[in-house]
Structure formats: structure tokens, C-alpha cells
């Protein structure tokens, strides 16, 4: 899982959470280390919960025991210490069978207004298409810009499988990969964009994708799911 702050680099394929000498040069930056959990925190805590583990080297959500809720007991969504404007991120993802997750971003981290990261950062979903429920509803598959825009094509793979995921965001431009596939593209903040949102679950929500700096964050749905 890295990140990086100019849109045209191209990090080269290396061990996992690791950086070569070529992409430190390039302004590229390690998000998980494969060994701490350095640079996160739970979402509105100063660390993460017990539920968030490392396994083979990935961050892994151990969802044993869920509450009551549709999160994870003593887990919680996860984010970054740091909060990014333009950014580069390139991360692997692998969900368990009938899981759900995502990758939110922009997440402005600020508990007394908002309980939750996707109460104001848009979402990268995550999630098991052949077996979840949302996979029926449209804008809710893996790839998708969750409830706003559907993803162009779906080159993910099963349950269990890793998946390499990109997203890209450059003065308000929104670039979705997945498995080295272009998905998805839009602009953000503009009247369109207001649009979207308008016309989505998150209408109500009046601090939901306004941020253009933010953290990022790993959603815990209650599912097994790994990061690396």
C-alpha cells in the first residue's frame, strides 16, 4: 500500500509494502509497512482496534465477533494519520465470501460533527459480487464509486483472491484501476458532482465529498477483509 503525490509516476513492481530506491526518488510513500500499524489510528481513536490485525504481512480484519451494529467488536473503521490533497494511491485488496468493505478518502476526521469516515469521504467498494447482497444494486459492486457512479467494467476477481486497486485524484480529477483496468473516471465538486451526491444515499449528509484534503480510511463492514 503506497501513495504519491504526482500523477504521472509509476512505481515499479517490488515486494509487497515495500519501496526501491526508484519510486523513494519519485516522492512515493509507504501507507503500511507490513509489520505496524504505523500511520493509523481507529477512526476518532489513538489506535486501531484489536479486531485490526497483521496477517502475512497485510492488514487484516479479524471479524470473529461482530456487535450489534454491522461492524466488528473492538474494530472500527481505520484511518491514516496523514491527510492527502492530489494523491496517487495503489493498494491490494482481498475480501472473504459474502464480504463487504471499501477504501473511503478525503475523510475529514472530526467526531463531533460526524460519527462515521463515510459521512464525508467518497468510496472505492469493496466487496464479494457473487455472493453479497449489495452486488444487486446498482453503484454498490467492487469498483464502484459506492451509490454515485458505477464502475465501466468489473475485472475484479473471486472471494479470496487479491485484487490491485489504484485510485487517483488530481485538482478534482478521479481516476478508478482496477486488476491494471481504467473503471472509472469524473470530476469532483463541480455541479455535477453536486448532482451525484444529491441523487444518492448521502443527500442528507451536508459534509459528504465538499473536503479536497483528507485522510484515508479502511472500512470495517463486519467482514474479514485484507490490505497490503
Do not use: C
Not at 509489520?35 to 486501531?48: Q, R
Not at 490533497?85 to 472473504?96: R, T
Request: glycine residues 8%; hydrophobic residues 35%.
Amino acid at each position: 500500500m503506497l501513495v504519491a503525490w504526482n500523477k504521472n509516476m509509476v512505481p515499479q513492481k517490488a515486494l509487497h509494502n515495500t519501496l526501491t530506491q526508484k519510486e523513494k526518488k519519485q516522492g512515493w510513500q509507504l501507507l503500511f509497512d507490513g509489520n505496524s500499524y504505523s500511520g493509523w489510528t481507529k477512526y476518532g481513536g489513538a489506535t486501531t482496534g484489536k479486531a485490526w490485525k497483521i496477517k502475512d504481512s497485510s492488514i487484516y480484519l479479524d471479524a470473529g465477533a461482530k456487535k450489534a451494529d454491522w461492524q466488528t467488536n473492538d474494530g472500527g473503521d481505520i484511518v491514516t494519520t496523514a491527510s492527502f490533497s492530489d494523491f496517487h494511491l495503489q493498494y491490494d485488496w482481498k475480501i472473504a465470501q459474502g464480504g463487504n468493505s471499501g477504501v473511503i478518502f478525503y475523510v475529514h476526521e472530526d467526531t463531533t460533527k460526524y460519527q462515521w469516515p463515510w459521512q464525508t469521504g467518497p468510496e472505492m467498494q469493496v466487496l464479494d459480487n457473487e455472493r453479497h447482497a449489495d452486488a444487486k444494486i446498482n453503484k454498490h459492486r467492487a469498483g464502484d464509486l459506492y451509490d454515485l457512479i458505477a464502475s465501466n467494467s468489473e475485472p475484479v476477481k473471486p472471494a479470496l483472491e487479491w485484487n490491485h486497486a489504484e485510485i487517483k485524484s488530481v485538482k478534482g480529477n478521479l481516476d478508478f484501476y482496477l486488476n491494471g483496468v481504467h473503471i472509472l473516471s469524473t470530476q469532483l465538486w463541480n455541479d455535477n458532482w453536486k448532482k451525484l451526491i444529491a441523487a444518492s444515499k448521502f443527500s442528507s449528509m451536508q459534509g459528504f465529498g465538499i473536503y479536497q484534503s483528507g485522510k484515508i480510511s479502511l472500512q470495517d463492514h463486519g467482514d474479514e477483509v485484507w490490505f497490503r
